[in-house]
C-alpha cells in the first residue's frame, strides 16, 4: 500500500512562488507514475503535472506549461512541483498521486491513479 503525505502549501500573492512536496512510503516497484493534481472548489479535479519515476517522463496540463515544474528525488521517494508565476486561478486543494506499477508513458487523467494523499491548499491572491 502506497502512502503520500503533501506539504508546503499556502497563500502567495499572484506572481509569487511555492513549492509543493510529496513524500512516498510503500512502494515496491521500482518504477511507477506519480503525478500533481488539483481541485477548486465546484470543478472537476485535473490533472497538473505528472512524471515516471527513476525516469525522464514527464507530461503537464496545458495551464500550466511553462510555469510548473514536477521533479522527483528518487532516493529519497519524494515528489516536488515548483509552481512559479502563480495566478489567482491556480487556487485550489493540490493532491499527490500514484499509479499501480506500470510501463510506457504516465497519463495525466486523474482516473488513471490508484493512490491518493490528503492534500494541501494553495491559495493565490490578486
Known amino acids: 500500500q502506497v502512502q503520500l503525505v503533501e506539504s508546503g502549501g499556502g497563500s502567495v500573492q499572484a506572481g509569487g512562488s511555492l513549492r509543493l512536496s510529496c513524500a512516498a512510503s510503500?512502494?515496491?516497484?521500482?518504477?511507477?507514475?506519480m503525478g500533481w493534481f488539483r481541485q477548486a472548489p465546484g470543478k472537476e479535479r485535473e490533472g497538473v503535472a505528472v512524471?515516471?519515476?527513476?525516469?525522464?517522463?514527464?507530461r503537464y496540463g496545458d495551464s500550466v506549461k511553462g510555469r510548473f515544474t514536477i521533479s522527483q528525488e528518487y532516493a529519497k521517494n519524494t515528489l516536488y512541483l515548483q509552481m512559479n508565476s502563480l495566478k489567482p486561478e491556480d487556487t485550489a486543494i493540490y493532491f499527490c498521486?500514484?499509479?499501480?506499477?506500470?510501463?510506457?508513458?504516465?497519463?495525466?487523467?486523474?482516473?488513471?491513479?490508484?493512490?491518493w494523499g490528503q492534500g494541501t491548499q494553495v491559495t493565490v491572491s490578486s
Open positions: 510503500g512502494a515496491t516497484a521500482s518504477s511507477y507514475c
Open positions: 498521486a500514484a499509479a499501480t506499477p506500470s510501463i510506457g508513458s504516465c497519463s495525466i487523467d486523474p482516473n488513471w491513479y490508484a493512490y
Open positions: 512524471i515516471r519515476t527513476g525516469g525522464y517522463f514527464t
